[in-house]
């Protein structure tokens, strides 16, 4: 199996720089979509809470907003050249907020049921995996990028969640939208086996070394 995970130490850079640097793109457009992305979570989740279908549509498209954030904020981060240590920690944090708390809530309301939640299960434990992963490589100065293939199987999960939402409000429109968002559900599961897979492999001989005496 070939990968194109690659974890490498944090260059060394000085504290004031990296503070400097992160002050200056703290309230930069690609940052603030981050924000906006995070903050959307609570409304999302209040809106499935509320249920009817007024309240269900209106989730759906705050979601479908907050989806398309996830790729603007990185395009115009790197467009722009407004990368930053800040950006790189809250943009999967605001992604994995986001569809595990969405995830929770269709548990909740029975649109994903049965062995469907196995699916759902496995992708909570991916990420709760790879972020304690990634917590304990950065006390080694260990930085974990993101590969393509994950970024791939954000996307995929961020599909599988939007058809999700719309649920049986989305059946009387178009019949097989919950099939086709289980499908979906399906596959992301299967990428973020691989990717948490990828992930733990490359990180594994971090975690295997003999402590320094």
Known sequence: MTSDT????IPAASATQRTNASRKHALSLPNLLTYG?????????????????VWL????????????TDFFDGYLARAWQQQSPLGRMLDPIADKLLVSACLLMLASTGVISGLSL?????????EVLVSGLREFLAELRVSVPVT?????????????????LAGPAGDELIPGVTAVGLGL?????ILTLYTGYDYFRAGLR????????
Do not use: M, N
Not at 57 to 68: K, Q, S, Y
């Open 206 to 213: 971090h975690v295997l070394e003999d402590p320094e005496p």
């Open 6 to 9: 690659h974890i490498e130490p």
């Open 57 to 68: 549509w209106t989730a759906v498209g705050l979601f479908v907003v907050a989806a398309i």
């Open 185 to 189: 559900l399906w596959f992301s599961a």
């Open 37 to 53: 992305r995070i903050l959307a979570v609570p409304v999302v989740v209040a809106c499935l809470y509320a249920g009817g279908h």
């Open 148 to 164: 393509k293939l994950a970024k791939y199987k954000t996307t995929a999960q961020l599909v599988a969640v939007g058809f999700l």
């Open 118 to 126: 196995w699916a759902a299960v496995v992708i909570l434990c991916r």
